[in-house]
């Protein structure tokens, strides 16, 4: 009843200032922080949320609200974090929201799949000065569009989900650190690469794959993870962007995590002067990308690297004996390709592995090498649909996990 009366009480308070959105579009900037608070939990089916809401729309202080985190400045009591996630969490975000001057954190988290979400963000989100990390994981019917303004300057991490392009707007936020981009409708902005601070751009969708990876990527000189994924997650569920390879992610020293899903349709092959300068790689997973020729050895020139899988692709000739030279190495996957040779040796030198998977590749042939019983963790391993004798070592019948393995 309380709870009741509060909301009330909020809702004629908003009401004799300014109408939440007025017949011009006008937006009530001369809310208080819990009037806001108490707003976005009466607009967005506050009172269904199954999680714990536990202050919520209370006159307790808003540092005790469920998701809330609050400081006193200049003697009032500010939000400078917000984070709502719930199932129940539906409706467009209040225009209001941008009375929160002091918001540093903002992250809402919906699961109305069956709502229209054309409208569900206001563009006013985007010019709150003092937002560090923004998460918009918006799910529901269609998509939004972005302003074709922003005015984040302190932004470090923003995480979007299912907006709309044009996205050129993004390559004005230079303070980004983090960008990443989830179910989107449109093309990677030609001038990603203005975004000199980005450490990780991660963009995956299930919509149909629009242009090709940018050149300018080689511009983000900072970048440690790049991940881009055009099947949403899905193998086979949606075909390669009718674009090249992304050649300039190999001009990238400082690159640590390389995934790439469905951008490329049209062949391409790895740089062996290039890659050996890239000393910092621990996971290289590119899959369904028209990859072709051999294996450069000096893809194992990192120490660090820890899992390499290039599949469904279409390289050619041996598993270089330089791949012994990375003893993190925990997973490889070369499967669904037209390898031949014989699988070295010197893999037995990569002691942590856990999955060897060499499947379907036509020619591959010889023995399977009695080193990789040094291989303790090894719990996956296959060479189905090759030539590989099915004539096992005794030292590798007698692998602790060797019941695991599904060989041939």
């Not at 006008?26 to 806001?36: F, I, M, W, Y």
């Not at 994981?137 to 299912?162: C, D, S, V, W």
């Not at 092959?269 to 300068?277: Q, R, S």
Request: contains cysteine; aromatic residues 8%.
């Amino acid at each position: 009843m309380k709870k009741s009366l509060l909301i009330m009480g909020a809702a004629l308070m908003m009401l004799g200032a300014v109408s939440c959105s007025g017949g011009d579009g006008a937006v009530n900037k001369d809310l208080t922080d819990r009037e806001v608070l108490t707003l976005i939990y009466e607009q967005m089916n506050g009172a269904k949320w199954a999680e714990d809401t536990a202050g919520w729309c209370s006159d307790k202080p808003l540092s005790e609200w469920e998701g809330v985190e609050a400081e006193t400045i200049d003697g009032v009591e500010r939000v400078v974090g917000l984070k709502l996630n719930d199932d129940s969490l539906k409706g467009n975000i209040p225009a209001e929201i941008v009375n929160l001057t002091e918001l540093k954190e903002l992250s809402f988290y919906t699961r109305a799949y069956d709502a229209d979400i054309t409208n569900a963000v206001p563009a006013g989100i985007f010019s709150m000065a003092k937002l560090e990390d923004l998460r918009l994981f918006i799910h529901g019917k269609g998509h939004y569009t972005l302003p074709t303004e922003m005015n984040l300057p302190a932004i470090k991490q923003l995480h979007i989900t299912r907006a709309e392009g044009p996205f050129d707007v993004l390559c004005n936020l230079t303070t980004l650190e983090e960008l990443q981009m989830f179910n989107f409708k449109g093309a990677i902005p030609e001038n990603i690469g203005n975004l000199a601070n980005l450490e990780t751009l991660w963009w995956e969708t299930s919509e149909d794959p629009q242009g090709r990876v940018p050149a300018s990527i080689n511009k983000l000189s900072k970048l440690e993870h790049i991940q881009i994924d055009y099947t949403n997650g899905i193998a086979g569920g949606v075909k390669a962007a009718d674009a090249p390879f992304p050649v300039e992610v190999w001009d990238i020293p400082t690159l640590q995590y390389v995934f790439l899903r469905c951008v490329a349709s049209q062949p391409s092959t790895l740089p062996a002067e290039k890659i050996a300068a890239m000393k910092e790689l621990k996971n290289v997973t590119i899959i369904d990308c028209g990859i072709e020729g051999t294996i450069p050895a000096e893809m194992f020139t990192s120490p660090k690297l820890y899992s390499f899988s290039i599949y469904r692709c279409n390289l050619t000739g041996e598993i270089p004996a330089a791949i012994g030279n990375c003893p993190e190495l925990s997973t490889i996957n070369l499967s669904y390709n037209k390898l031949s040779g014989t699988i070295p040796a010197t893999i037995g030198k990569c002691t942590k592995l856990f999955t060897l998977s060499l499947e379907d590749n036509a020619e591959l042939g010889g023995s399977l090498p009695a080193s990789l019983a040094s291989c303790e963790k090894l719990s996956m391993f296959s060479v189905k649909n090759t030539k590989v004798s099915q004539d096992v070592p005794a030292a590798l019948k007698s692998h602790a996990n060797f019941s695991k393995w599904r060989l041939f």
